[in-house]
């Protein structure tokens, strides 16, 4: 049987006066390294299966502060009657507030078939760390299908609007040289901030594997590809310091 289940998590100042999990997304407030409040997504079961529709909605309140991330990476796995899922994740984040939204790397297993949507609106003075990273198989097998789009809006306005396709469903090419180049493991890291109204960021390349590209607005996007997970967050954090974000 699919699961239909949505996590709710509002920050403000003060607190989290909503943190509301459900079926697989169960939700821990844990100790924050930094400012502001920090929640961790603990997987309650295996999902998401063929045919399960996940959402995670999380609010950031004017002036708040808040760190989500996961207690470990999220794996997609086929389901029974071959019907693809949905993981939807919906951000708001509010004036002079700032969220870092950084799960474990999403796994795309042999014979799954995901669709996932990332939706962020931002007020003009917010900050948004945000990461993504996808593992194309586990160690020795083929991966499923995945399409993830990630559409960023800032002051109502766009900033990004991004869908990428892998696996047997996606477009010929998709593990292409000019793709992948053969690697399966990747992700980007999108930062956004006033900071980067008076000081723009330049194009760069971020060693072999990695680039930062300014955007058309206070944000930059970080993208990389390595051979496995390791090296795929190693290369993003080294990228991530390197990038004078504070």
Same mark, same amino acid.
């Given at each position: 049987m699919s699961v239909r289940a949505t996590a &709710?998590?509002? $920050? @403000?100042? $003060?607190?989290?006066?909503?943190?509301a999990g459900e079926g697989p997304l169960a939700l821990r407030r844990t100790r924050a390294t930094g400012p502001g409040a920090r929640v961790t997504v603990v997987g309650a079961m295996s999902a998401p299966l063929g045919g399960d529709r996940l959402a995670i909605e999380t609010e950031v309140r =004017?002036? $708040?502060?808040l760190t989500v991330d996961s207690a470990a990476a999220t794996v997609a796995l086929p389901g029974r009657d071959g019907e693809p899922a949905d993981y939807d994740v919906?951000? @708001? #984040?509010?004036e002079r507030a700032g969220l870092?939204?950084?799960?474990e790397q999403l796994i795309s297993a042999y014979g799954s078939d995901?669709?996932?949507? %990332?939706r962020v609106e931002l007020a003009a003075t917010a900050r948004l760390v945000l990461r993504e990273e996808q593992i194309l198989g586990r160690h020795g097998e083929e991966p499923?299908?995945?399409? %993830? &789009?990630? @559409? #960023?809006? &800032? $002051?109502?306005?766009?900033?990004? =609007?991004?869908?990428?396709s892998y696996?047997?469903?996606a477009p010929a090419g998709w593990d292409g040289g000019a793709v992948l180049g053969g690697h399966r493991a990747v992700g980007q890291l999108l930062l956004v901030g006033t900071e980067f109204e008076e000081k723009p960021a330049l194009p760069r390349l971020l060693g072999e594997t990695a680039v930062l590209t300014p955007l058309?607005?206070?944000a930059v996007l970080i993208t990389a590809v390595a051979p496995d997970a390791l090296r795929l967050r190693r290369v993003l954090d080294e990228a991530l310091h390197s990038s004078a974000y504070r």
């Open positions: &709710r998590i509002v $920050a @403000t100042p $003060a607190g989290l006066p909503v943190l =004017d002036g $708040a502060l919906r951000l @708001t #984040v509010g870092n939204w950084l799960p995901l669709r996932m949507r %990332t499923g299908t995945l399409s %993830t &789009r990630l @559409t #960023v809006l &800032r $002051a109502g306005r766009p900033l990004l =609007d991004q869908e990428l696996g047997p469903g058309a607005g206070p």
